[in-house]
């Protein structure tokens, strides 16, 4: 049976203005069956334009006679994942299909249904696949291996669930091979992430220390399992020693859910990547930070960390089961700031206890700290999370399959829907039109004669001037350009275009100013109406903005 790995395309837009995290579950999915000898192909499907990748995916199935197609994806990309499908039915009708990855995972039976798929593992794939594979080769019952869902009499049955793997050290390391890992790391741009300004230049690669995490907040899901395991740091080492001198990376995203849940073990591993001399990032809680931490990571090339805040009210954060609180946010952020470590950061809204008390909580700290950069976002119902979990109980988001189907995961949690409506207007308009206190100052924008595109800023921080580089158009689609200084590692933010080219631009400028002026609750609930009904008497319906 000759088997094909398929990464799915994860833009449907113009794909040479597109950049993604390489996904490592299908590279190690991409080892374990090869190491069990069976027959494997790949193919990375973002190599194309989006329409042309499933034409590519359809050739190669035919040219390659292939028996069977493997491909995930969360649950936002359900509708990609059943193109993928459709394609290999539509050129071959007796290949088997199977999906995986969180999309599977969170909600079984309804992606299966909506993906059309023969077969769905669930939880980590590397002994599942392979055991599954196998036993279709030998004719066997597939209700016999454990992590599954199969078809019988037309309907999905599920098998006894898989236990988690314990031992990490024990699963082969990734393998990219098949998936055209240069080109991935040859198309990366220092302005494709937060991750990238440092790097003129950028080779980043994602690596694991652990899998899930031991906390439960209710925006997240766990796709990895629901028990936290870590990996010993010999084994991450060697890893990294054989993808240094196979890819040659510049920076490790270490893309734990949670970086460590134990300090000493962080001093242990700055320790041991101090002499690689290279750019990391991770995600940590801001309730272990310590000046004395911090200033460790960053000798040991830390350049950014990604906390989780989600709000600055302390109501919202005990019902989001964050157990952590504002006191910790800000000492965490103040002490990272002040070593010179980038801050990646959101603030959520729309919990079930937010309310126009709460949102101001929040909001009067952001404008008060704007130099962390702190993101303004909406609440996602993404299958798997405790959101989701409670919207379904409740009876009114109707089928958990339509609710899929719809993909409609930005959903009003609170008692007030038209309360929900302000927040969402009013956190996107702030995104663009209130960013004075973060802009940098912009000194030269030009092209060189090879057509590398040259930004030349001055930090609005330290001061400090930096080049940057080989910008790419993507990086001016957006009317708002963010990039971190390579001095004292804090974000400016810029305006791509002439502020006159902005929708309305003066006067939703002087009112998200008067919004960051409100001296109370009162003032403040005041200017959200104001800034809400303003925009709404202002926005075209067919062609809003930017919401």
């Not at 134990?262 to 995600?283: G, M, S, T």
């Amino acid at each position: 049976m000759k088997c094909l790995l398929v990464i799915p395309p994860y833009n449907d837009g113009n794909y040479a203005n597109f950049f993604y995290i390489m996904p490592m579950g299908m590279a190690y999915i991409n080892t374990a069956m090869r190491q069990a000898g069976l027959d494997v192909t790949c193919i990375n499907l973002n190599n194309y334009e989006y329409n042309e990748a499933f034409h590519v995916l359809a050739a190669k199935i035919i040219e390659d006679n292939i028996d069977c197609v493997m491909s995930g994806a969360l649950s936002g990309s359900w509708h990609i994942l059943k193109r993928i499908f459709d394609t290999v039915k539509e050129v071959r009708p007796e290949v088997i299909t199977i999906g995986g990855g969180g999309a599977y995972t969170s909600e079984p039976v309804p992606t299966a249904e909506l993906t059309g798929v023969d077969y769905a593992v669930i939880g980590e794939g590397e002994i599942t696949d392979v055991e599954l594979v196998q036993t279709l080769i030998a004719g066997g019952d597939v209700s016999k291996v454990n992590g599954i869902l199969y078809k019988e009499n037309g309907e999905y049955r599920r098998t006894l669930p898989r236990e988690e793997i314990q031992d990490l050290d024990s699963i082969a390391f990734p393998s990219y091979d098949g998936f055209d890992m240069e080109t991935y790391l040859d198309n990366q741009k220092l302005s494709n992430g937060y991750y990238l300004n440092k790097l003129d230049n950028p080779r980043a690669i994602s690596m694991i220390l652990g899998r899930s995490c031991p906390y439960n907040c209710k925006f997240c899901f766990h796709p990895s399992g629901s028990k936290y395991r870590i990996r010993s740091l010999d084994n991450f080492f060697e890893e990294l020693d054989l993808v240094i001198e196979k890819y040659q990376p510049n920076c490790i995203l270490v893309l734990d859910e949670l970086f460590s849940a134990k300090v000493e073990r962080i001093y242990e591993f700055c320790k041991r990547i101090k002499p690689y001399n290279l750019n990391w990032l991770c995600q940590m809680r801001v309730d272990i930070v310590t000046k004395e931490l911090m200033q460790t990571m960053k000798d040991a090339g830390c350049h950014s960390i990604c906390y989780g805040l989600e709000s600055h009210s302390e109501i919202v954060l005990k019902n989001m089961r964050k157990y952590i609180n504002i006191a910790d946010i800000d000492r965490a952020l103040e002490i990272t700031y002040d070593v010179g470590i980038d801050i990646e950061a959101n603030f959520i809204f729309g919990d079930e206890m937010e309310d126009m008390h709460t949102f101001y909580e929040t909001m009067s700290w952001w404008f008060k700290n704007q130099k962390y950069a702190i993101h303004l976002l909406m609440i996602e119902t993404y299958p798997g999370t405790g959101y989701y979990e409670d919207l379904m109980k409740t009876g009114n988001s109707g089928d958990r399959k339509q609710f899929i189907q719809d993909s409609k995961f930005l959903v009003n949690l609170t008692k007030d829907p038209v309360f929900w409506q302000k927040i969402l207007v009013v956190t996107r308009l702030l995104s663009i039109y209130y960013i004075r206190e973060l802009q940098g100052e912009l000194l030269e924008l030009y092209e060189e004669p090879d057509g590398k595109v040259v930004l030349v800023t001055r930090c609005m921080h330290c001061g400090g001037v930096n080049t940057y580089t080989d910008i790419p158009g993507s990086a001016f689609i957006t009317p708002v350009l963010q990039l971190g200084c390579r001095h004292c590692g804090h974000r400016n933010k810029f305006y791509t275009v002439e502020t006159k080219d902005i929708p309305n631009y003066d006067i939703l400028e002087y009112l998200c100013r008067m919004l960051s002026q409100a001296e109370n609750e009162q003032d403040f609930s005041h200017a959200v109406d104001t800034l809400y009904m303003m925009y709404m008497g202002l926005r075209n319906p067919e062609n809003p903005f930017p919401v």
